[in-house]
Nanobody, 115 residues
Framework: VQLVESGGGLVQAGGSLRLSCAASGSIFSINALGWYRQAPGKQRELVASITSGGSTKFADSVKGRFTITRANAKNTVYLQMNSLKPEDTSVYYC??????????WGKGTLVTVSL
């Protein structure tokens, strides 16, 4: 499975960004698609995920601000980020979790939120 992210960039606090992740390869093996983030000096953390059945999970810090959707026909997952805060600044990684328990990762896209 290959994952290609897009949509990162610089935005002012309070603004919005949408991240996209396109999956290719053995997509039939994918259960959940999601987004993680990792800031300098911190551990990688789950931001949001969505299963093939549509169940979603969000980090407490982004609930009510971020939305995750999945376009199965396009093998793409989107992360809509609203009301961005400086603490959301991080490298965001797309993740695909297979039914067999294997994780695949994109290369990451940088999101910077300025004051």
């Amino acid at each position: 499975v290959q994952l290609v992210e897009s949509g990162g960039g610089l935005v002012q606090a309070g603004g919005s960004l949408r991240l996209s992740c396109a999956a290719s390869g053995s997509i039939f093996s994918i259960n959940a698609l999601g987004w993680y983030r990792q800031a300098p000096g911190k551990q990688r953390e789950l931001v949001a995920s969505i299963t093939s059945g549509g169940s979603t999970k969000f980090a407490d810090s982004v609930k009510g601000r971020f939305t995750i959707t999945r376009a199965n026909a396009k093998n793409t997952v989107y992360l809509q980020m609203n009301s961005l805060k400086p603490e959301d600044t991080s490298v965001y990684y797309c993740n695909a979790a297979s039914f067999g328990g294997v994780d695949y990762w994109g290369k990451g896209t940088l999101v910077t939120v300025s004051l």
